[in-house]
């Protein structure tokens, strides 16, 4: 192959490129140009190397090898690429970041929405045609990723782009044939009955029922009555027989929630059903066959339970046989822009409405920690619909607490998953957490219903925040 003029890339400095790089990297344009997507490549200060020359297309004719020698910056704006960007603090720590949105502009050019990939350049410098490269970032237009609804990041009605999320869903495509138990953790509204359904659908029982019962939620004779089922004239009120959850269960799924709250008799009786698969309705002795698939939920750490004595050992170990932990939101923010736009997609299909989010808009919350997670972002969704007044959501129609909180340390995900402070050290997640929860506090004026409502945690979940973070109003405490 030789190289005719629209292949020939401009020099960066002195050096121009040998002929062999310059065909390797066209090859690359491309292909990439084939599937869509424009790329970028920056050497180590973050300036541009090579611009596909798909960015003539989307800019603007020439665009492509104006940019070369050009500071990543001036293309997508230095709140993303300026010196404490987050997506060049992530490069320089060696984290890839996916799905983050940006608008493509230079100046006296079109602007468009995109929809970005940052990743550094894995290689020895003598493995790659130009040892310069030191990052890539490609783009691909925002509206094109938003028709894309059948992506591998979605997985029926739940979104996962985060690597974390993905090995979940993986993990959950394996399980299709097994009947083993299931115990799914995390923090509350991180999205663990959308994994039970997502395990449930994709199960042989998918055209049987998905029952759920709330352990919590019932005092412990009821609740017994609730999963068994009761023979008319058991206890005073039982005019009739009734049906159980087990047994309306039969050929579907039991998604036994908040398990840590199961009162110890009734978690003698669980075992046996796991143990045997037998139990008996209330007030009758005839044993009966239970056959639901069982999975459990919990959003404390049954750890602890197990230490305290408040959770018999031999029943955990039963229900955990494939253990999954769905982490919380704020260690997997590249879930946060595809989850906003799913949900707000939620909210303006029922309204019958268009809307979308600003860049700044999705700054905002891709900077904010989500002590209530995808529940809390669902809110928020639902509020910046409420109150936008034009079809782009801006900052000023998000929740204060998202609009006020402090975004001086830019949390990253590390693989294990804790939060990772660019400059200062480690910190605390439950710091972070604290902070959030004190910002909706007195944005709500202490109202605990009301904070509950916006961080989108239940009063009893804030409550219980409230205490293990210690914290009280000023004048309480
Ligand atoms: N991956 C996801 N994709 C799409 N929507 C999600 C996802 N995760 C959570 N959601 C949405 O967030 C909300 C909370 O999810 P879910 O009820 O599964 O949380 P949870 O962990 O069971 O919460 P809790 O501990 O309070 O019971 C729901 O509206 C759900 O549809
Ligand atoms: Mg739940």
């Not at 690597?163 to 995390?186: C, D, K, N, W, Y």
């Not at 209330?282 to 408040?310: F, K, Y």
């Not at 019958?352 to 529940?375: C, D, K």
Request: contains cysteine; hydrophobic residues 40%; proline residues 6%.
């Amino acid at each position: 192959m030789s190289l005719s003029s629209e292949m020939v890339c401009p020099p960066v400095g002195d050096q121009p490129l040998s002929e062999a790089t310059q065909i390797a990297l066209y090859g690359v344009t491309r292909v990439l140009a084939s599937v869509g997507r424009a790329f970028v490549c920056l050497d180590s200060d973050f300036r541009i190397v090579h611009a596909s020359y798909l960015l003539d297309d989307l800019l603007g004719k020439g665009i492509s090898r104006a940019l070369v020698g050009r500071g990543i910056e001036e293309l997508l704006g230095a709140d993303l690429f300026g010196a404490r960007g987050p997506l060049r603090e992530a490069l320089v720590a060696g984290h890839r970041r996916e799905g983050w949105r940006a608008t493509l502009q230079l100046k006296d050019t079109v602007s468009r929405l995109v929809s970005i990939t940052a990743a550094p350049v894995v290689h020895e410098p003598s493995d790659i045609c130009d040892p310069r490269m030191r990052f890539v970032v490609l783009l691909r237009p925002a509206e094109e990723e938003e028709s894309c609804s059948n992506s591998p990041a979605f997985y029926s009605d739940a979104i996962a782009c985060s690597p974390a999320m993905q090995r979940i869903f993986r993990l959950v495509e394996t399980l299709q044939h097994s009947e083993a138990a299931v115990l799914i953790s995390g923090e509350s509204g991180t999205g663990k009955e959308v994994v039970a359904r997502a395990i449930h659908q994709s199960s042989p029982r998918s055209s049987g029922p998905f029952i759920g019962v709330n352990c919590g939620a019932l005092p412990g004779d009821l609740l017994e009555s609730e999963l068994f089922g009761h023979i008319r004239g058991a206890f005073t009120g039982a005019v009739r027989d009734r049906v159980g959850r087990f047994e309306l269960a039969s050929h579907g799924t039991l998604f036994l929630d908040e398990i840590g709250d199961l009162p110890p008799l009734l978690q003698v009786k669980l075992l046996r059903v796991l143990q045997e698969r037998q139990y008996e309705r209330v007030g009758e002795s005839v044993p009966r066959t239970a056959r639901a698939r069982i999975i459990a939920a919990t959003n404390v750490d049954l750890r602890i339970a197990l230490r305290q004595g408040r959770l018999r050992e031999d029943l955990y170990y039963r229900l955990c046989v494939v253990p999954i932990e769905v982490p919380p939101l704020r260690d997997r923010r590249e879930d946060i822009p595809p989850l906003a736009s799913h949900l707000l997609n939620r909210v303006t299909c029922q309204h019958g409405l268009i809307r979308r989010m600003s860049p700044q808009a999705m700054r905002l919350l891709l900077e904010y920690s989500w002590p209530g997670n995808v529940r809390e972002l669902a809110n928020v969704m639902e509020y910046a619909v409420a109150v936008a007044k034009i079809e782009t959501i801006l900052p000023e129609d998000l929740p204060a607490e998202i609009r006020l909180s402090t975004p001086a340390p830019k949390p990253f995900a590390t693989e294990r998953g804790a939060l990772r402070l660019p400059d200062s050290g480690q910190q605390e997640p439950r710091t972070v957490e604290a902070d959030r929860l004190l910002s909706a506090l007195e944005t709500h004026r202490w109202s605990r219903s009301e904070a509950a409502r916006a961080l989108g945690l239940s009063r009893s979940t804030l409550w219980r925040k409230m205490r293990e973070l210690h914290l009280t109003e000023k004048s309480e405490g």
